[in-house]
């Protein structure tokens, strides 16, 4: 059973932006802490970026002040925008939800090639 579902990767140019979006359900958003991790081949997955149920929010160094992370409360949803995008940010994105009562569950991911 799908639990995360995430869309918006593609190609983009160096320089360009994108938008990844996570829709889950309300029993998972409403206590879970939101994430985005990457994974670039032959690289072990990282995090990119959390935000909790009430916004504090924390991002690697590799992507401050170029990804926002953000979560829409009535759509049950968490977003990354990624502006100023480089080769190195290339990778399979992974939307996570976790939390102590729900566990912790994975989307299937979505691929972000940035070349030109």
């Known amino acids: 059973q799908v639990q995360l579902v995430e869309s918006g990767g593609g190609l983009v140019q160096p320089g360009g932006s994108l938008r990844l979006s996570c829709a889950t359900s309300?029993?998972?958003?409403?206590?879970?802490?939101m994430a985005w991790y990457r994974q670039a081949p032959g690289k072990q997955r990282e995090l990119v970026a959390t935000i909790t149920r009430a916004g504090s929010t924390i991002y690697a160094d590799s992507v401050k002040g170029r990804f926002t992370i953000s979560r829409d409360n009535a759509k049950n949803t968490v977003s990354l925008r990624m502006d100023s995008l480089k080769p190195e940010d290339t990778a399979v994105y992974f939307c996570?939800?976790?939390?102590?009562?729900?566990?912790?569950?994975w989307g299937q991911g979505t691929q972000v090639t940035v070349s030109s």
């Open positions: 309300l029993r998972i958003f409403s206590t879970a802490v």
């Open positions: 996570n939800a976790h939390g102590l009562v729900i566990g912790n569950y």
